[in-house]
């Protein structure tokens, strides 16, 4: 069973359970983008975590050992069509310099991992239109001189 | 003067002062990121916004009236090859599906706004090595049917 | 079932039925261009919209939830070849400058949402040949500053 | 002087004298888009159109005879980047499946010229905010069968 | 039926009856260019060209109706590789600032259409070695001024 | 002198003195669309021709020997973006495998050349709109067998 | 049968009777670059040349008549990723300009013909380690003038 | 002093000398495909060669010096659009599986060095039309298994 | 057998047997990235050596055939999007102008040879933190002069 | 004064002196890829290490700052066209699953990274011919869950 096929496996009873991510990642106890990101095969759970998540959807077979397998990482399009995809690309290439230079400010040369790395999707009520607070959290690495 | 002449004189004189973008956001009295994005013709500033920022960098001429035109945007690379940009750029896509079901799940159909928009940077101290936190956030604007 | 068995079901039966996209936004009570729209799984409906929309196409099974489902939106090549579309495309890349300074003049800095958003189509008489007419009419979202 | 050196001129009078398009089309007799559109190397002017205008600006040589002059018109990047033409962009990718369909059920076979064509940009008030309307129009042809 | 497996069908049949598009052109009554181009999905036929043309084939079926049904036009390839092809392109590539030119001096701003457009392939006996003579002939549009 | 300074030159001069592609080839005793491609740094002249275009030009210097050198052909865009030439890809690309299917029907395997190759730009009239008529007329080369 | 399929059954066939090209070759009386390139679906053989080699292989059905029929020709990927192929690309691109030179000073405006074209592969012995001798020898065509 | 600028001065120099590469390279004492590859920056000479080359064009300052300095070889374009170069391309492609499989029967896996290698232009006379006959010649390289 | 199927079988037989590339190189006495790399249809294996892989992993049928047949060798996407795989690529981008000016003082001008290669990876403890050691070990191949 | 700049000051003042990377490194006190990394714009020195290259190099003026500025660090060309660059390339492409297979083996899911990463150079004397072995030692990366 590759990633491919486990995705859809789980998409498919998710979807038949009527589960959310947010339902799911309390089965599993863990956040839910972070879940969500390893049923799309972008992230290795740990064995505990993986049958927890395979319980909840009756799920079994190959997919509680995928889910613990190393994936080969893609997403195809290198600039995303989906609207909502496509602003958080637009959001992080239109004011990518900026945040650069104040991390260069605050930290160094360096840069904020994607691997030591934590992300929270958060609704926020706002009297003008609730708000979507994207959070990224990762941790700041030094450029090493050798 | 077009918006590349003006992001180079604002650099320079930034450069000469020892100023920071946390600085001069404060003599704007507006936030850091979108300070920076400004000068980098990224955003357009009000009147009095341009003329506080130039009064601090000692600007004349026609930087304070191009900060307030707005700018043609772009930038460049679809995909950037800066490892700082490239990592904010791998997260979105990395966990791009993943936070599109979640904006899904807390709102409906529609997106996360890029123009009612604000972006925060911090340094988060943490025992294990300092975090980047950054911060998206943007309304939600819901799909209209018609 | 995913949004392309979802768009090949719907246009099987509606070619079947011999029935135009306007006959079907009749029945559904909405605007053609959304409707059609729905059904190539580039927007969703309403459970009542759905269910009117399969009614008149003889569809059951999980076309009237794929309907309800929040679509991953894409187009494949980014420069349409199809002579009409492309034709659509060149219109906008070639008075995309005008347009722009235009919107800039009677609103300020921002854009024209893409999100809440609707489109028509319309043919107008005209003795020297009869003319398309689409209208493209969004909300002017200004940028925030903060 | 070829099309980029007169466009910056113009541009450059237009801002000296603080001209909107609206008022130069007002001059020229013609619409504002197609007015912006010539001045940006896209469309030809007249000898009296293009006398209007430059009368209008103040400026003299070698633009009036470059306003006449037939063009090579491109734009650079295949996708735009400027969140303004993004957006419309966007918004023809999406819905051009069903703008083509609605198309070929008014007229059968054939396209929306973009040659015998014109386009208009409007402001519409509205309770909840202000919709920037743009008006696609075009002469239908139909292919030629030989 | 999509478009593709039409075309596949077609060319099957022409395969087996062993005949050639300028026969099959005969049979329907118009020219070889244009029928091999409905054959391939880029035009679509009148219902008496389509049953005329499934005639000579023996085809039936969905062949006729997609015959006459609006295809989406698309060619994978941005550059063909195929040589005689590539050569068609790199002739238009090298001579087109050219024929724009003698256009542009001829008929003034505008273009050929590629709509109401026919073209032919001829072979031209020389002694030095027969020529493929190919003609493009389309109506001429000005633009429209507004 | 490279190619793109001497088209600079020439396109200069046939400005000022107001004298078509047509009129020049007649100079030169030459057909036009050829000519022009010389000027275009896209063919060489013989030393007669280039001294002929530049008397009929006034131009002196390296221009007649550039003439004669032999250019390195490069035409920017793979796919053109100005209309007039766009719409000549465009046919070529739709009706690409029909013209490829009848040089093979009256030929056999091979090609048209685009060395061994002329080209015509001619104005048709026609009561419902003259038409741009295009030639090209290439020898036809059978493919080797060793 | 299309030419992938015609590849695939004489690619399986020849490794099952454990036959190189050169014996092949031997077979129908060509050189051996010919005779595999139309078995990759790049040439077309005559009857006889078709017939000796699916007696050879023996295969029956419609490889011998799609061995005769004009196939479309690509490559995939422009630039190959093999580093045979590459080492190919590379040296053709690096010595590319030099040749071009030594072409014109040898033979004056025109191009070596990839149709009226011959190449061989030998290997050539040597102390310091054999070498592969890749001949490619092409009918020189002269630019027509018209 | 660059490669570019180097380059820019020896074609120079050898345009107002009238000199061939094969005169040059008589004098160099080297193959003229090589000689000309060091002057478009494509390879090293040692100090006599670069001396004798500057010499016979009457060149000083950097050009011997730039002649001896390891360049970073680039083609720009991928595919090339001269016409010369592109056959030489097309050749490569259509052909590249087929030399392959030959190198490989004839040597095992490996490879033919673009490195350890050179490269001859020579005319060769035929009386059906004299022939571009270009020579390959790299040591093979077996792949090392470890 | 292609080599995709091969590598899935082998693949597939590895997570069954639950054995490490470490463990099947020693089975075959090589090292594991080669090892690896002929399963992933990169490289060739001898006869011995492809027969004590399929002893192990327990297959038969094509697949030691497969694994000493040339495989045509590709990578799919030519900037890698998983992260570990990315970082190798940044790595050899951002330092290899530094690289290439190394190896030509210390070797002169000419390549590390990526045919005659060895490559390993190791783990060396580090009380900051594992490190990953990845050796690049070829011979270095002069540019020859001719 | 921007790094394109320094880096040209740098290599301009490098070549005049006759130094080499090994020689700088030695002054500056740390290692030869890193120092030319810094000098290509790659990397940040610290004061005193700016101090000692340009010192050592003759420099003064804005380049001492430069090099301790953080750079916007890109490479142009997404593959590599130089020869020594393009080896890399391949041999990272190649070998890249298998890479990536056998630190999953040893370390588990996680990276090597590029930023807390050192590399190195060296000649290995070699009887059948010196070999280039380049060292890539990164930090493993852990990716966090959360």
Request: net charge negative.
């Amino acid at each position: 069973m590759n990633h491919e096929e486990m995705t859809a496996a789980i998409l498919d009873a998710k979807n038949r359970k009527g589960m959310t991510w947010e339902q799911l990642a309390e089965k599993v106890g863990m956040s839910p983008v972070w879940v969500a990101s390893c049923c799309y095969g972008m992230n290795t759970m740990l064995e505990d975590q993986a049958k927890a998540l395979c319980d909840a959807l009756g799920l079994k077979g190959d997919v509680p050992q995928t889910l613990q397998t190393c994936p080969s990482k893609s997403w195809g399009e290198s600039v995303p069509q989906d609207p909502l995809l496509y602003r958080l690309y637009e959001a992080i290439m239109i004011y990518g310099p900026s945040v650069k230079d104040l991390v260069h400010e605050k930290f160094g040369d360096g840069i904020m991992s994607a691997i030591d790395y934590k992300m929270h999707v958060d609704r926020v009520e706002d009297p003008k239109g609730d708000r979507v607070v994207i959070t990224l959290d990762g941790k700041f690495l030094p450029y090493r001189r050798w």
